[in-house]
């Protein structure tokens, strides 16, 4: 590893021998020492890396601004997300999450503290992932000795939803924007079989079908009507088999419409449908 640019007296940014952009942290390890030099790699602690240079990029100039044990907590926040949550996640949550850990802990030295408006839609909507930021909290707390507003665990779920989904933090707002409008539709079309159990499995699924459907229209890549004449019969079926399901579903589409601008396709509407008669089927089970 050759130096390319010494941060400080404990963080290198180093070209490995394939070329590749890379952050080492090591004591003492960039004290006297020049660009283009070689690395002991018996002098390095732990080696932060991304794939591409964009990431590579925003990567160093974190660890210009931030103090390297904010990074170091971040790493061991991410190690306890990914043990409980299956799926791959953007490898951009280090930057993204310590960026944001590293902000909160700076803001609550000055009492400047946010408020999450969207806190009680994430933790009904994201409960594993706001669960997660609550942990977070408390690795916060036991290592750096600052407690953080509570609201930042509902943040923190963001950012790892974020991860899980390849968006950025805009588009997660708009998301679960989208979400709260399309239950509020949904809750008003049922409201004479009572309240959904939001504890309940189909109703994480649904939330998980929103997550996925909002996400593919905010990103333009809505399923289409296909020509094929098995499925134009089968979304005809669903449609006159679950006509009050499918009607919920219309209700919806006319709500993105008036809301957010975008026509739902047939194919959307009837993947809807199957999911409205899911979770309703729970609220048969329960109604009087």
């Known amino acids: 590893m050759r130096i390319k640019k010494v941060i400080n007296n404990n963080i290198l940014c180093v070209i490995d021998e394939k070329g590749n952009e890379m952050i080492v942290t090591g004591r003492g390890l960039g ?4 660009v283009a030099q070689f690395v002991d790699p018996a002098q390095v602690e732990k080696v932060y890396r991304m794939e591409g240079k964009s990431g590579q990029r925003r990567l160093r100039e974190l660890v210009e601004q931030i103090p390297l044990e ?9 190690a306890e997300i990914k043990a409980a949550i299956p799926q791959p996640l953007n490898e951009s949550l280090l930057i993204t999450l310590a960026d944001h850990i590293s902000f909160a802990i700076q803001r609550k030295a000055q009492g400047i503290e946010f408020k ?5 839609s994430i933790l009904c909507y994201y409960p594993t992932e706001y669960q997660l930021g609550q942990r977070c909290l408390t690795m916060v707390k036991e290592r750096c000795g600052v407690e ?9 779920a963001l950012h790892i939803v974020n ?20 239950i509020q539709v949904v809750e008003y079309y049922y409201r004479d079989l009572g309240a959904f159990d939001r504890e309940s499995l189909s109703f994480h699924r649904f939330v998980v079908h929103l997550r996925y459907f909002a996400q593919r229209l905010f990103q333009g890549k809505m399923m289409t009507d296909s020509d094929n004449e098995s499925d134009a019969a089968f979304r005809a079926l669903i449609a ?5 399901h499918y009607k919920c579903a219309q209700c919806v589409a006319e709500y993105i419409q008036k809301t957010w601008n975008q026509t739902l396709s047939q194919e959307e509407l009837i993947y809807l449908t199957i999911h409205l008669k899911r979770v309703a089927g729970d609220l048969h089970e329960i109604s009087p």
């Open 240 to 244: 006159r088999n679950c006509k009050e």
């Open 116 to 120: 999450n408006p969207l806190a009680g």
């Open 148 to 156: 953080l507003n509570p609201d930042e665990a509902a943040f923190i």
């Open 70 to 78: 904010h990074l170091d907590l971040t790493e061991a926040m991410i």
């Open 163 to 182: 991860a899980e989904l390849n968006t950025d933090m805009s588009e997660m707002y708009d998301i679960t924007r989208l979400i709260e409008g399309v």
């Open 31 to 34: 004290f006297g020492r020049k």
